[in-house]
């Protein structure tokens, strides 16, 4: 049941859920520079000539697609970095424990990676092919076509799709209590374990997780009204 | 008179599933300086096929294509390195049958983009140049528009400009005005009609025949990916000798 003396008692602990809040936030910030920037060199590589890039990368992808986002953020965190042996210990911001932290921040940015690159993919592959041709006709090199004629329209047709996968590496986020990040769900079960009450720390969680993502995807409909200017009669 | 050959054309050609598809068959031409050369031909005969190869949008199979002095379908350029077309693709000005017009750039940005990213102009030189442009065609007042709100001429007339405006040694046209409605195709011929007035060196595929007779110097008739018939506006409208362009020309004049 919830009580009014139950969020009462989980607010007293308010500093752990804005710890919390901090670190949900620049893991989620992270994730999205890295992830894009893992995709966009992803979907280069599955689009180009080369086929050893091209089996790589697709590997790459259908492996992160086809497993659980639990199973590879434990295999980042006690495989790939062996437990906490070989990372600093040292703390961001003062609480947030690096040697949690980082292996997080990989394992979300290799899992949106995938999903982001087929997003782009599919982006890249649906303006014309008259676009490139006239570019390249002009005298722009391969990747000046990519950069100014191509990645600006393929940008603004996935932009809703992209707002989606922010939106759900934020939400995915959460996950990475599970190998000790204090993010918001951790505040959660550290007022579990203080006050025996778990339910009103759930509805804050609820709360500040939705108030993270709702204005996420109002920021991003505002970029795309703005790049479609070019669609206006 | 060498010098005079600004594009060599040497047995080009365009094969597709192994040799099964015959594009283009073997296709040699000169392209002269000033040359307004108008190529005509049935669908499927290989002229848009043969217009592309030349800035090697489509790259042949075979053959080769000297342009300045230079082969650009080789590997490797004169001077040993590794042959840069975008060098070569930069004198070539290209325009589409379905314009291409960059859609999230403003006309202005349309025209400067080349200019400034290829030939590193700065942008306010650029910008002037490309008004001066737009003004010839009469549509300096819509710099700032984006391409969808322009009519198909417009565009057409715009993608033309754009192409000027890299300052080409030759301009490749692709049936610039199949995708036009009637009413509109008179102002894109007017255009470039101006183009070949000042002397520019054309090679236009289109199905304008009264362009072709009016304006072309050379005219070129291709079926089957072969070049059949060579000659005058004159000598290929009224005194054609292959039979092909004769039935051709029984069809559409």
């Known amino acids: 049941m919830l009580t009014v003396q139950g969020f009462q008692k989980a607010l007293e602990y308010w500093k752990l859920f804005l710890q919390g809040v901090v670190c949900t936030v620049s893991l989620s910030a992270l994730t999205v520079i890295f992830g894009f920037i893992l995709a966009l060199i992803l979907a280069i590589c599955r689009m180009g000539r080369s086929r050893i ?23 980042i965190f006690y495989v790939v970095f062996d437990g906490v042996k070989v990372l600093p210990g040292f703390k961001l911001f003062g609480f947030i424990r690096f040697d949690r932290f980082f292996p997080a921040v990989v394992a979300l940015s290799l899992n949106s990676g995938a999903y982001l690159s087929e997003i782009i993919r599919s982006g890249i592959q649906s303006i014309d092919i008259g676009q490139t041709e006239a570019s390249r006709s002009l005298g722009l090199s391969s990747v000046k076509t990519m950069r100014f004629v191509i990645l600006p329209q393929a940008i603004k047709n996935i932009l809703p799709a992209i707002a989606n996968e922010f939106v759900t590496i934020i939400k995915e986020s ?26 009103e720390a759930l509805i804050i969680a609820t709360v500040l997780y939705f108030c993270l993502t709702y204005p996420t995807s109002k920021v991003i409909a505002h970029f795309e009204r703005k790049m479609s200017a070019g669609d206006k009669r | ?118 030939k590193n102009v700065p942008q306010a030189e650029a910008e002037k140049k490309a008004l001066e442009l737009l003004e010839r065609v009469g549509l300096k007042d ?106 051709f020309l029984s069809k559409v004049l």
């Open chain 1, 53 to 75: 890039l091209k089996a790589i990368a697709t590997v790459y992808v259908e492996l992160f697609r086809a497993t659980p986002m639990v199973v590879q953020i434990f295999v």
């Open chain 1, 174 to 199: 959460a996950i990475c209590y599970t190998i000790g990040v204090q993010d918001i769900m951790s505040a959660v079960n550290a007022v579990k374990g203080a006050t025996y009450r778990m339910a």
């Open chain 2, 1 to 118: 008179m060498t010098n005079d050959k600004l594009i060599q054309v040497k047995d080009l050609k365009k094969y597709y599933k192994g040799e099964r598809i015959k594009a283009l068959d073997g296709v040699t031409v000169d392209i002269n300086r000033g040359d307004v050369m108008v190529v005509i031909g049935p669908s499927g005969s290989g002229k848009s096929t043969f217009l592309r190869s030349l800035n090697l949008l489509e790259v042949p199979t075979a053959g080769s294509i000297i342009f300045e002095g230079v082969d650009i379908t080789q590997k490797k350029g004169p001077d040993g390195k590794k042959l840069d077309i975008d060098l070569h693709r930069q004198k070539m000005g290209m325009v589409f049958q379905h314009f291409n017009l960059f859609p999230h750039m403003t006309i202005l940005q349309n025209m400067t983009l080349a200019p400034v990213q290829v």
């Open chain 2, 142 to 247: 819509r710099a700032d528009a984006y391409p969808i709100q322009l009519s198909g001429g417009q565009k057409q007339r715009v993608a033309i400009v754009r192409a000027l405006a890299m300052e080409p040694d030759v301009m490749l046209f692709d049936e610039p005005t199949s995708a036009l409605d009637p009413e509109m195709v008179g102002e894109v011929l007017d255009v470039m009609r101006e183009l070949a007035r000042e002397g520019m060196t054309m090679v236009v595929v289109t199905h304008e025949m009264g362009f072709a007779r009016e304006v072309g110097n050379r005219v070129l008739f291709m079926a089957d990916g072969k070049l059949l018939e060579e000659g005058s506006p004159d000598a290929i409208f009224n005194h054609p000798q292959n039979p092909r362009l004769q039935d």
